[in-house]
């Protein structure tokens, strides 16, 4: 048996899970674990500004290809602490990333050591598993469990704590045999799909609800051909935008609250069954559920058992990894399509494009200072199907999830149920690490941006480019916008006049210096008819630098983006004129009809 530290022996079970990136802070506590990275070879360590930044860039990673895990690292007591965003993102969105953290000596742990903090008790709630490794022999077990929970059921991330001699003790470990676990996902049965199927069957307007479970699953193209077999329309929820492609006849828009589409609530609103597919339900998709549920059926397959019925009780669940139930889907829809016994749904999928047609906002606006909807506009014409669009919360990410398109699942990474601020720069730089040729762009409001703006130096340090689309009101937009019904507009406002920038007026914070100052390239647009050039400039900087690209358009300081304020789908609050012209809305997927 070979002889090896506990922390190399962590180091090549990482190796042996597929692990080719980390991300991480060194710190005396986790300095063995580095050694053992350092003397090991084969995983790349990009080193983050700080802790979070590291947890953000392994979401990112581990968000961009199926069956990547991103890993991140930090050494005791705060590092571990300011990870605790990152594990619960990654919790909320179902993504599986690897925290480890070093720990004070385990005989001292408990006596308040320096930087000695209980990290498994404080990380619990927001983890698959949280461990303090208290015997070194645990190690190897420890990590193997680990990948394994990561991978099985609803992914989701782990946090694994080393004392510092944990790490530096001698143990037995064989690399050479070792295998991963196998990964358990429950999976439909046939009966449970053709009873599915059966009620798809019987209702005249339904509608498929596909989630980020279904883009987890990898399972996007059966989604599709489920889709195409039965002829039922399709409803993205955001954290499965992308399972099946904006121009495709079948999708019928998002629904929700905020980050929706005109016609995707207003065809949700006559349907009479929905098939939710690796969805959560999730609180600004539905609204109120009196609302989303009147007058439908559901039935509801997660890979989650206690997930069905969380938020309201289908009508029939079914316990599943969207891939298996798809491939049942399918293989049940072939059979009924050979047999000539499934329904006609052609005027219904044709009604959901008509209001594709006819249901649009406005995105064509001249004004200065430039208005937002233009910013997306612009993006459309400037960056094509292959792009990954990476964005956290905000008005910035409403109104993009309102105006852009997305043609393929994993290009648009999006923080879902936590929406930490900061979590773009650092996602990006994740995502761009995980596919170093794609056309990578950032999407963020100017609160956001300033959250974790130095993680910008790693991509300069570590020449990661990507481009960052930065609108700049000097607002805490969504906030203020949300304080309307309180009828205050109090400590949102970033305006602030800068003695060393005066041309800003009121715009406070020069990003463009801050930019440059951390090795970055910048743009700064005031004209909308500039914007066009200006992102493709930005292209053009990424590719010759291999830097990131930042494009700060100068937006007027009030917009109200559409949204409901009565937490009813029927009933959201356009705010901004529509378009009745197809200028009005000149890179919409159908062209308006007035």
């Not at 609103?269 to 109120?288: C, M, P, Q, Y």
């Not at 047609?357 to 960056?383: C, G, S, W």
Request: one cysteine or more.
């Amino acid at each position: 048996m070979a002889r090896m530290t506990a922390a190399r022996a962590a180091v090549e079970i990482l190796r042996r899970e597929g692990v080719t990136d980390a991300f991480g802070v060194p710190g005396a506590a986790i300095n063995p674990f580095y050694a053992a990275l350092k003397a090991s070879g084969g995983i790349t360590h990009t080193l983050a500004r700080h802790v979070e930044g590291a947890s953000h860039m392994a979401e990112g990673y581990t968000r961009t290809h199926p069956g990547n895990i991103g890993v991140c690292i930090g050494t005791s007591g705060p590092a571990g602490t300011d990870m605790i965003t990152g594990l619960y993102s990654a919790t909320g969105d179902s993504v599986p990333i690897l925290c480890i953290t070093g720990q004070a000596p385990t005989a001292v742990i408990h006596k308040e050591d320096f930087q000695a903090v209980d990290i498994a008790s404080i990380a619990k709630p927001v983890t698959k598993m949280a461990v303090t490794v208290l015997e070194a022999a645990q190690v190897p077990g420890v990590f193997q469990q680990a990948f394994h929970l990561m991978r099985s059921g609803r992914p989701g991330p782990v946090l694994i704590d080393l004392p510092i001699d944990v790490q530096l003790t001698e143990i037995e470990f064989d690399p050479d045999t070792y295998e991963p676990l196998p990964v358990y996902k429950p999976a439909a049965s046939r009966a449970q799909i053709e009873k599915a199927i059966g009620m798809l069957n019987a209702a005249e307007r339904p509608l498929i609800v596909a989630g980020g479970g279904v883009i987890n699953a990898d399972a996007a193209e059966l989604l599709v051909q489920f889709a195409e077999l039965t002829g039922t329309p399709v409803v993205p929820t955001l954290m499965g935008w992308g399972v099946i492609p904006d121009d495709h006849e079948l999708n019928a828009g998002m629904v929700g609250l905020q980050t929706s589409h005109r016609y995707g609530n207003a065809t949700f609103l006559e349907s009479d069954f929905v098939l939710g597919i690796g969805n959560r339900w999730a609180n600004r998709h539905t609204g109120r559920l009196d609302v989303y549920t009147a007058g439908r059926t559901f039935v509801h397959v997660d890979v989650e058992p206690t997930q069905i019925g969380r938020i309201f009780a289908p009508d029939y669940g079914i316990a599943s990894d969207a891939r298996a139930a798809l491939e049942l889907f399918v293989e049940v829809a072939k059979e009924l399509r050979a047999e000539g016994r499934l329904p006609d749904r052609s005027a219904w999928a044709a009604a959901a494009q008509e209001k594709r047609a006819t249901l649009q906002r406005r995105t064509h606006f001249d004004d200065v200072p430039i208005k937002p909807q233009r910013v997306y506009e612009e993006m459309n014409k400037a960056f094509g199907p292959e792009t990954r669009y990476v964005s956290t919360i905000g008005l910035s990410q409403i109104a993009g999830a309102q105006m852009l398109h997305v043609y393929r699942p994993r290009h648009w990474i999006n923080c879902g149920q936590a929406g930490p601020l900061g979590w773009t720069v650092p996602a990006a730089l994740g995502v761009a690490k995980a596919d170093p040729e794609a056309q990578v762009v950032a999407l963020s409001g100017d609160y956001d941006f300033q959250f974790m703006i130095e993680e910008l130096a790693v991509g300069a340090q570590h020449r990661i480019p990507y481009v960052h689309v930065l609108v700049n009101n000097a607002y805490l937009g969504l906030i203020r916008q949300a304080q309307r019904a309180f009828d205050i507009d109090f400590q949102v406002k970033l305006e602030f006049e800068n003695v060393n920038a005066p041309e800003l007026g009121v715009y406070g914070v020069d990003h463009v210096k801050v930019a440059e100052g951390l090795g970055c390239k910048a743009i700064r647009v005031t004209d909308p008819n500039e914007l066009g050039a200006a992102l493709e400039q930005a292209k053009k900087l990424a590719a010759e630098f291999r830097v990131p690209v930042v494009v700060e358009a100068i937006l007027e300081r009030v917009t109200n983006i559409s949204m409901s304020t009565t937490n009813d789908i029927g009933n959201v609050t356009e705010f901004e004129e529509l378009a009745t012209e197809p200028a009005h809305a000149p890179t919409s997927i159908r062209p308006l009809k007035s």
